[in-house]
Antibody
Framework: EVQLVESGGGLVQPGGSLRLSCVAS????????INWVRQAPGKGLEWVSY????????YYADSVKGRFTMYRDNANSSLFLQMDSLRAEDTGVYFC?????????????WGQGTLVTVSS | SYDLTQPLSVSVAPGQTATITCGGD??????VHWYQQKPGQAPVLVIH???NRPPGIPERFSGSNSGNTATLTISRAQAGDEADYYC?????????FGPGTKVTVL
């Protein structure tokens, strides 16, 4: 079964840092691009970042550029999102989502999400 | 940046047809994908590349895309179709989601 499992969420103060993880199973991880997508409480989906299968291409939403860093460990089928200088507006559920295939920019499947709360 | 618009909400009677639009500048030349999200759950892909259903998605779900509007159509709506629906496109090294449409079956 193709599966993505996020972890690392929690409560952090404004200005603090957090690292999210996403572990993949059931498919050849090194062949797929992956994205982070977040959802603030009661709000819609917001794309956060993308990393290519090799890790050489990484793109970010303007709202997180310069504060978040996405990277991957293909040997361990893992994906990470290092979040620094966190703000209240970064609060939400963070999902990792796989691109369907190389060059096919739709998301399937998604993980179940991990909740990040930025508050003092 | 590329912006997408969707109606905030759509209501449909059971057995009838719900139509959800996704507006964007010349969106007809892009590939549009649609997701269903039920409360407390992760989104699920229901349509990719305008009008293609993934395995396991009922034929009642269909899509189209032309000009400045993409459309998701839910035929013979059921109570289980109640959810938020989001359109998504890829533009200039970013993924863009629409604001979402809440579909109510009543």
């Amino acid at each position: 079964e193709v599966q993505l499992v996020e972890s690392g969420g929690g409560l952090v103060q404004p200005g603090g840092s957090l690292r999210l993880s996403c572990v993949a199973s059931g498919f050849r991880f090194r062949s797929y691009s992956i994205n982070w997508v977040r959802q603030a409480p009661g709000k819609g989906l917001e794309w956060v970042s993308y990393i290519s299968s090799s890790g050489t291409s990484i793109y970010y939403a303007d709202s997180v550029k310069g504060r978040f860093t996405m990277y991957r460990d293909n040997a361990n089928s893992s994906l990470f999102l290092q979040m620094d200088s966190l703000r209240a507006e970064d609060t939400g559920v963070y999902f990792c989502a796989r691109d369907a295939a190389a060059g096919l920019n739709w998301f399937d499947p998604w993980g179940q999400g991990t909740l990040v709360t930025v508050s003092s | 940046s590329y912006d997408l618009t969707q109606p905030l909400s759509v209501s449909v009677a059971p057995g009838q047809t719900a139509t959800i639009t996704c507006g964007g500048d010349n969106i007809g030349i892009k590939n549009v994908h649609w997701y269903q999200q039920k409360p407390g759950q992760a989104p699920v892909l229901v349509i990719h590349r305008d009008n293609n259903r993934p395995p396991g998605i009922p034929e009642r779900f269909s899509g189209s895309n032309s000009g400045n509007t993409a459309t998701l159509t839910i035929s013979r709506a059921q109570a289980g179709d109640e959810a938020d629906y989001y359109c998504q496109v890829w533009d200039s090294r970013t993924n863009v989601f629409g604001p979402g449409t809440k579909v109510t079956v009543l």
